[in-house]
């Protein structure tokens, strides 16, 4: 560092603040080991307490240092941590526009992208290795030594790498004595290494072959290959119907992928959830590694490995599958792209489908987006050219979709001889099914006993104390349960406001409803399939596969049975109450019913046997409710996008939602008034036009003891709310013991 123009510095993040950017000199003896990607201990503050860092840029003097130091007084970087990036230029340029795009500190986003286990170096150990000190091999036939130090350093001069110590005594037949001594004259030297001591290979799957295309598949294949032979970004909305053979179509255009020596991210919404599509790729590919919440960080790290290394062609995983550090990716698969699961409700609030379609326009590859009920968003990109829409409007072998009728829960509540769950109607389909041999499934999106325990003396509802939220009343543990926040009590006997003694359990759960069917037809096997039933590993797996070999009748459930379960056999779904979620506080309510009926009514007439749908409702005339009865995407989109339009909301408008929490009422609203205007005033000053809506108390007004207001900020798409939001949170001054956090496109409006 002689010359005034001659330095390198190292540009870091930390994981918790202060997050930085900050830039610290490289010394000379670490020149060649420091690149963006590497961890780093630096100083830093006053006291140069020493902190690790991510380096996420070289630069040198070309560059604009992050402060206005003179870069000869820059604080040097105490050491180097990796030997290698733990992730590539392209992932970093990925984490770099994740923290940009939902305004989220780098360090932060950088723990999400690269898994706790590949940091720490889990499932691997330090090992030492030993080799020939330099130019020994050459020296050896003139040295004088004892037999087995011969030995041991003829055996070394013969090669391979990998010696430790125990297998280089093995080998020799010695002891240590003859090694140590040879390390101490220096003729071997020994270096230490981190291994891999876990793997995690998965059972292989029966082979199957390719099925014949139908016409529809055949075209949206050719689409795809194409752009896979031209290698260049593509975006692919694949609207294909339940049963319409997507999937056939992923596994097909991957095997193209393959075949170029290239890897294709297959992401899904909660993989536990689908044991069959799993099976059906590793039925069709040598190498698929599938990344599911159940994997140890051990085993985490091991596939990461794996991939990195390129010896996986076929990568499936929920949401943060999509981080996955293919060398040579080719190929992007979202299934189900519609699904609220993609998005991340934690910071970085990242949305896995944005994040792939910006991956796949780093990498120059397609991506194909499916559903049979697309986002609105995702339409409205397709509508207007964003994508390329891939039609698939017909079931495979031409199967009929399932013919849905309504019932009208306003007139039958009065006709009705019980109080159950089950119509009078829907009983005897259920009976005729089941007589005919075909199987049943049962939906309702509300798990527990009762929903509401309420006292009929004085209407008072027994809430979480932490939470605005009725609690649910449990059947099994006979105890009351809060859904946000798992607080539990035991279930109450008198009303604890004014001591009455009987209570009622009110509003019907899963829980209720499996007493029911249990009631009505007690010799047909029914089980339910909630988180609450599903909550050891592998418990999906076992519980689909009892309902397949047909030893299950009746499977109810919580939307967990919604989605994507391919069972030929399903003739009759019922779906309990379709209004659950048509009346919440949320512009998307109406596209979440529809679409989970439509999901739903999907799992019926897979077979030859065909199938029906039986939907319960109080609103039998919510457009949502009247185009799901009709397979009718098109026209359910038709109707709702001009609403949004008209409203601002997404996809005609960017939206942000900032939540401000704290255990004082007074403070939250406090903060939460002074985010507002300087939200406005940034704004402002930017000559930039944005409605700030709000503050008001957020639906959920009170949660694990916090108060909440939210503000929603909402711009038209050719303004972008980020750099405003960015400058803003300079700017404001975060009262004690309140937090508050940014939401970019949100999708939880509670
Ligand atoms: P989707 O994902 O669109 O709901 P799937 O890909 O699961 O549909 O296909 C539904 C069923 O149809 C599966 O059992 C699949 O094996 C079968 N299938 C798909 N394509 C064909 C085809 N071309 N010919 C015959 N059967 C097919
Ligand atoms: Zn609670």
Redesign the pocket.
Same mark, same amino acid.
């Given at each position: 560092m002689d010359d005034q123009d001659d330095w390198l510095a190292a540009r870091v993040v930390f994981s918790q603040a202060p997050h930085g950017p900050y830039d610290y000199r490289i010394p000379a003896e670490f020149e060649t080991r420091v690149s963006p990607g590497v961890r780093l201990t630096v100083p830093l503050g006053r006291g140069n307490r020493t902190r690790q860092a991510y380096c996420i840029d070289v630069i040198g003097p070309f560059h604009q240092l992050a402060s206005t130091v003179n870069p000869q007084r820059l604080k040097p970087l105490s050491s180097v941590l990796d030997e290698r990036p733990i992730m590539d230029g392209p992932l970093l340029d990925l984490a770099k526009w994740i923290s940009q795009y939902y305004v989220c500190p780098l360090g932060n986003v950088i723990e999400t992208v690269v898994p706790p286990g590949v940091r720490d170096g889990s499932g691997t150990r330090e090992m030492l290795f030993l080799v020939l000190a330099e130019g020994v091999a050459d020296q050896l036939p003139g040295l004088n030594l004892p037999p087995k130090q011969r030995a041991v350093l003829e055996t070394l001069a013969a090669g391979g790498s990998d010696w430790t110590p125990r297998e280089l005594a093995e080998t020799v037949g010695c002891t240590q004595g003859p090694i140590t001594s040879l390390r101490k004259k220096g003729l071997i030297i020994s270096s230490t290494r981190r291994v891999r001591s876990v793997s995690h290979t998965v059972p292989r799957e029966k082979r199957e072959q390719n099925?014949?295309?139908?016409t529809d598949?055949q075209q949206a294949l050719d689409s795809i290959n194409q752009a896979v032979e031209q290698g260049e970004y593509r975006g692919f909305l694949m609207h294909?119907?339940? *049963?319409?053979?997507?999937?056939?179509?992923?596994i097909r255009a991957i095997q193209k992928v393959v075949e170029f020596g290239r890897q294709a991210i297959v992401l899904v919404p909660e993989i536990s959830l689908t044991p069959?599509?799993r099976r059906?790729f590793r039925a069709r590919f040598d190498q698929v590694a599938v990344l599911h919440s159940h994997l140890t960080a051990a085993q985490r790290a091991w596939h990461w490995n794996e991939i990195s290394q390129g010896r996986v062609q076929v990568i499936i995983g929920a949401r943060s599958a999509i981080f996955a550090p293919a060398p040579n990716l080719g190929l992007i698969v979202l299934?189900e792209e519609h699904d609220g699961s993609f998005k991340q409700d934690k910071a970085p609030r990242y949305h896995a489908r944005d994040v792939a379609v910006r991956r796949a326009q780093q990498a120059a590859i397609p991506i194909v987006l *499916?559903s049979?009920t697309p986002a609105l968003d995702s339409w409205h990109r397709a509508q207007t050219g964003e994508f390329e829409l891939l039609s698939?409007p017909n079931?495979?072998?031409n199967r009929p979709l399932p013919d849905v009728a309504t019932i009208d829960l306003r007139v039958d509540f009065g006709n009705r001889k019980s109080r159950g769950a089950i119509s009078q109607k829907l009983r005897q389909e259920i009976r005729s099914a089941i007589h005919q041999g075909g199987q049943v499934i049962l939906l309702l999106n509300r798990r527990g006993f009762a929903t509401r325990i309420q006292c009929p003396g004085c209407g008072h509802v027994e809430q979480c104390p932490d939470c605005s939220i009725p609690m649910t009343h449990h059947r099994d543990g006979s105890k009351a349960v809060c859904h946000y926040c798992d607080f539990q009590i035991p279930e109450p006997q008198v009303c604890t406001e004014c001591g009455y003694a009987a209570i009622r359990f009110a509003g019907i759960g899963t829980q209720k409803l499996e007493q029911e069917v249990k009631a009505i037809f007690p010799d047909v096997p029914c089980m339910r399939m909630d988180t609450d039933t599903m909550r050891k590993p592998g418990s999906h797996e076992l519980a689909l596969s009892r309902f397949r070999e047909g030893e299950i009748k009746i499977l109810l459930g919580t939307q967990m049975i919604a989605k994507?379960l391919?069972f030929?056999n399903v003739t009759l779904v019922g779906v309990i109450n379709a209004d659950t979620a048509l009346h919440f506080p949320d512009f998307r309510a109406s596209e979440r019913t529809f679409g989970l009926v439509t999901q739903v009514a999907?799992r019926s007439g897979?077979g030859p046997k065909g199938g029906r749908v039986l939907v319960q409702t109080f609103s039998p005339d919510n457009p949502a409710i009247v185009a799901a009865k009709r397979h009718d995407y098109l026209g359910f989109a038709a109707g709702e996008l001009p609403t949004r339009e008209e409203f601002g909301y997404p996809p005609f408008g960017s939206l942000a939602r900032i939540v401000i929490r704290s255990e004082s009422q007074e403070r939250v609203k406090q903060q939460s008034e002074q985010i507002a205007d300087v939200l406005q005033q940034v704004a402002d000053e930017q000559g930039q036009s944005i409605l700030v809506l709000g503050p008001a108390p957020a639906p959920v007004e009170k949660l694990r003891g916090k108060y909440r207001f939210h503000i929603l900020v909402r711009c038209d798409v050719d303004c972008q709310l980020q750099p405003i939001i960015q400058l803003a949170t300079t700017r404001i001054q975060t009262a004690e013991n309140v937090q508050w956090i940014v939401d970019i496109d949100p999708m939880d409006m509670l």
């Open positions: 099925l014949v295309l139908n598949q294909g119907i339940t *049963g319409s053979g997507k999937t056939e179509v992923y069959q599509t059906r299934d *499916g049979a698939m079931r495979v072998l994507g391919d030929p999907g897979r």
